[in-house]
């Protein structure tokens, strides 16, 4: 008897550790398959946020590298400006050079239309700059005529007949 009850005793020891045991085990499989998840989740989010970076420092470099290159043309443009000022001051020295002979060629040019106005008795209307326009006075003949001409519709040496033929009268 002592050896059943003890045969009996180890049994129902055995079933309540196995019981026990069973128990850890199911908590232990179920921590290990929420940190298994949780680690997914993580690794999920680490590869994310890891492609995040790369795409900002992707850009980062292509920001760089346009900076550098924007850097260098405004060293171009800052290095061709000395050029480009002396090229203008040369025009502006044209121009004033242009300037001051048409200046001192003035009163010849005036001498030289008022002498034309009188051989060809040719008053010009210079307010009239798409067409030729004037009057032809000729006092000995007592002829006063208006003119007007339009150059798109005639050459220059045809300009000139019809000059000739108004003062021919």
Known sequence: EKGTALLQSLSIETSRLRNSS????????????NERAALTEESNELTRQSSSVQALEDELSSLRRSNTEMRNKRR???DSIPIHQAV???????????????V??????????????????IKWDYNQTSVLAGEISMPGRMVHKRFVIDKEDFGEFEIAERLWDLIDG
Do not use: C, W, Y
Not at 22 to 33: A, E, H, P, R, T
Not at 88 to 102: C, L, M, P, T
Not at 104 to 121: A, C, F, V
């Open 76 to 78: 171009m443009a800052e």
């Open 104 to 121: 001192r060629n003035l009163p010849k040019i005036k001498r030289e239309l008022s002498l034309h106005g009188l051989m060809t008795n």
């Open 22 to 33: 069973l128990k850890i085990s199911n908590v232990i499989s179920f921590s290990i398959q």
């Open 88 to 102: 203008a001051n040369e025009k502006i020295a044209e121009v004033d050079e242009i300037q001051s002979r048409h």
